[in-house]
C-alpha cells in the first residue's frame, strides 16, 4: 500500500512539472528556463531525501543487529558463568576440605574462561612470569657473560615456557618461544648478543625499501639504490657531526631543525643519524671489548 502511494505520489509530481513546463513557455524563454531548473532542484531534494531516509533505515537495522548480537553474547557469557559456577559448586559439596582452595581458585580463573570476555586479559600470576623473561633478557644483553649467567639465563626462558602453558594452554605458545630456547647456545657459540644481533641491518632494510627506484632495470637499480644510499649516509653523518658541537653554537641548532624536518618527513635524516651513531658505537665496542 505504501508503495502503491509512492507511485501515485510521483505520477501526480510529473503531471504538475509538465503542466508548470507548459505555462511558463507560454510566458517566454526566461520563464521556461527558470521553471526548468526550478523543477530540477526540487527532484535534487526528492533524491537526497530518499538517500537521508535509506541511511537512516539501514544505520537503525545496523543499530539493532548489533544491539541483538550484543545481548545474545552477555547471555552466552551468563550462562557459561553459571554452568562453571555450578560446577565449582558441585566439586566443593563433594570435596569440602578444599573448599577455600577451589573458591581462591575459581576467583583467578573465572576472567580466562569466558571465550568473549576474557581472551584479551592477563592471568593475575602473568606479571611475575613475565619478569622471568626481562631477567633473562637482561643477563643476556650484557656486554660480558660467564657460563654461569648463560646457564641461568636458560633456566629462566624454561621456566617462562612452562609456566605460560599453565597459565594458558599450550595455544599461547609461537615458534619464538621455541627459538628463544636455543639463545643459550646461540651466545655459547657467537659470544654476547649485541655482537651478532641483525637490528641493524633490518634497519638498513628497512631504509633501502624506502628509496624510489623507478622500476629501473638493467643495473640501474642497483645504482640507484647506492646513489640514494650513499647521499642519504652523507647527510646522516654532516647531521651527527655537527650535532657533537656546543648546544649554544650555531652548527649544534642548525642540526636541531635538520632533525626536527626530517622528524616531520618520516625520520628519514634523523634516523640515518641515530644509525651512524649506532655504527661508530659498535665499531668502538667491538674494539674495545673484544675478548
Same mark, same amino acid.
Given at each position: 500500500m505504501k508503495v502503491e502511494s509512492k507511485k501515485q505520489a510521483c505520477v501526480t509530481q510529473r503531471a504538475e512539472h509538465a503542466k508548470a513546463l507548459l505555462e511558463a513557455k507560454k510566458q517566454g524563454e526566461g520563464a521556461y528556463k527558470a521553471m526548468k531548473l526550478k523543477i530540477a532542484q526540487d527532484k535534487l531534494k526528492v533524491a537526497e531525501a530518499k538517500k537521508q531516509? =535509506?541511511?537512516?533505515?539501514? *544505520?537503525?537495522?545496523?543499530?539493532?543487529?548489533?544491539?541483538?548480537?550484543?545481548?545474545?553474547?552477555?547471555?552466552?557469557?551468563? *550462562?557459561?558463568?553459571?554452568?562453571?559456577?555450578? *560446577?565449582? $559448586?558441585?566439586?566443593?559439596?563433594?570435596?569440602?576440605? !578444599?573448599?577455600?582452595?577451589n573458591e581462591e581458585e575459581s576467583l583467578g580463573a573465572n576472567t580466562f574462561t569466558d571465550e568473549d570476555d576474557g581472551k584479551f586479559s592477563l592471568h593475575p600470576n602473568d606479571l611475575d612470569n613475565c619478569l622471568k623473561l626481562c631477567s633473562a633478557l637482561c643477563i643476556l644483553l650484557r656486554q660480558r657473560l660467564t657460563d654461569d649467567d648463560i646457564v641461568h639465563a636458560e633456566q629462566l626462558i624454561s621456566e617462562y615456557g612452562t609456566e605460560l602453558i599453565m597459565l594458558?594452554?599450550?595455544? *599461547?605458545? =609461537?615458534?619464538?618461544? $621455541?627459538?628463544?630456547?636455543?639463545?643459550?647456545d646461540c651466545v655459547r657459540n657467537f659470544r654476547p648478543l649485541h655482537d @651478532?644481533?641483525? /637490528?641493524? @641491518?633490518?634497519?638498513?632494510?628497512?631504509?633501502? =625499501? !624506502? /628509496?624510489?627506484?623507478?622500476? $629501473?632495470?638493467?643495473?640501474?637499480?642497483?645504482?640507484? /639504490? /647506492?646513489?640514494?644510499f650513499h647521499q642519504m649516509s652523507e647527510v646522516a653523518r654532516l647531521t651527527f657531526r655537527l650535532h657533537s658541537y656546543p648546544e649554544e653554537s650555531i652548527p649544534s641548532q642548525a642540526t636541531q631543525i635538520m632533525l626536527k624536518a626530517s622528524n616531520d618527513e618520516h625520520g628519514t635524516v634523523a634516523g640515518l643519524a641515530l644509525l651512524t651513531e649506532e655504527i661508530e658505537l659498535t665499531s668502538v665496542d667491538g674494539i674495545s671489548l673484544h675478548y
Open positions: 531516509e =535509506k541511511l537512516q533505515i539501514a *544505520a537503525a537495522k545496523q543499530a539493532e543487529k548489533a544491539k541483538t548480537t550484543a545481548a545474545k553474547k552477555a547471555k552466552g557469557a551468563q *550462562a557459561r558463568l553459571t554452568r562453571k559456577h555450578k *560446577a565449582i $559448586h558441585e566439586e566443593q559439596l563433594s570435596h569440602p576440605l !578444599s573448599m577455600q582452595a594458558y594452554g599450550t595455544g *599461547a605458545i =609461537k615458534p619464538n618461544h $621455541h627459538y628463544a630456547t636455543h639463545i643459550g @651478532f644481533w641483525t /637490528f641493524l @641491518f633490518e634497519q638498513l632494510n628497512k631504509i633501502l =625499501k !624506502s /628509496f624510489r627506484t623507478n622500476n $629501473h632495470a638493467n643495473g640501474e637499480l642497483k645504482t640507484t /639504490f /647506492f646513489e640514494e
